[in-house]
């Protein structure tokens, strides 16, 4: 049974390469695409857009699958397993305070649900050199990422990645739970939503609430921000195969 890994925003599968190795099992990162790969032609990408890719991606693979999002591909694990899209033998999020019905985005959200503004950043993004203090490389550095997946990371990031994220953020106006909660029920597969208590993102409390609506356990990681996975692998991947062994 596979370990599926989805990363987030802006962020492409190298947010992962510290954790694999230590999980004990196979494991598949996904790319969004737009995320250092293409969009398919056409397409429009919305939070339905990669919640139907991501259905389409898991149908692939030979299952029962352990599911593990962070940042939007947790929101993204959630719709898929509230829908039960896929058969899942269990589910990790972190940030479930996003899908939380009276969540606000946070401030880098909003610049990027604003027309003009939201482009306006990412021009700068795009001309920003990753040595420059105002970096995307630089600014993921401060939030705890090590050098060299903030540089591998940053160094992805272009016109469709930008476009991408803005489309994205845009059709989860004014959040995620305003579409997407109508239509939420409990998983009828274990989840694990994961609080890592210095993240920037983070309410540990609505997320909370979330794992209670979604009936699923919840764990605390102090000292741990957003991205826990390569701040801590070794803690992270405890975490996550003490969650698996209790489902075997």
């Not at 990408?45 to 029962?64: M, N, Q």
């Not at 503004?117 to 090590?146: D, N, Y």
């Amino acid at each position: 049974m596979p370990v599926v890994l989805v990363h987030g925003v802006p962020e492409t599968p190298e947010v992962w390469e510290e954790l694999r190795p230590l999980l004990g099992r196979d494991s598949v990162a996904l790319s969004l695409p737009g995320f250092g790969t293409p969009l398919p032609e056409g397409a429009t990408p919305t939070k339905e857009f990669y919640a139907d890719w991501l259905v389409g991606a898991l149908k692939e693979l030979d299952g029962p699958i352990d599911l593990v999002g962070h940042d939007w591909g947790a929101l993204l694990t959630a719709r898929v397993a509230t829908t039960r899209s896929v058969r899942l033998r269990s589910w990790v999020m972190d940030v479930a305070c996003v899908y939380h019905p009276t969540y606000v985005w946070h401030d880098l959200a909003r610049i990027w649900l604003t027309p003009e503004a939201g482009e306006a950043f990412m021009e700068h993004a795009l001309t920003t050199p990753p040595t420059h203090p105002e970096s995307t490389a630089s600014a993921m550095r401060g939030w705890g990422v090590p050098e060299e997946h903030a540089l591998a990371m940053s160094g992805r990031i272009d016109r469709t990645m930008c476009d991408a994220i803005l489309s994205l953020y845009r059709s989860a106006a004014p959040n995620v739970f305003a579409d997407w909660g109508v239509t939420t029920g409990a998983p009828d597969s274990p989840g694990l939503v994961l609080i890592p208590t210095k993240d920037h993102v983070e309410d540990p409390e609505m997320s909370k609430q979330t794992a209670d609506v979604l009936s699923a356990r919840h764990v605390e990681l102090p000292h741990l921000g957003h991205w826990w996975m390569l701040e801590d692998p070794d803690h992270s991947a405890w975490e996550l195969t003490t969650f698996w062994d209790s489902l075997d």
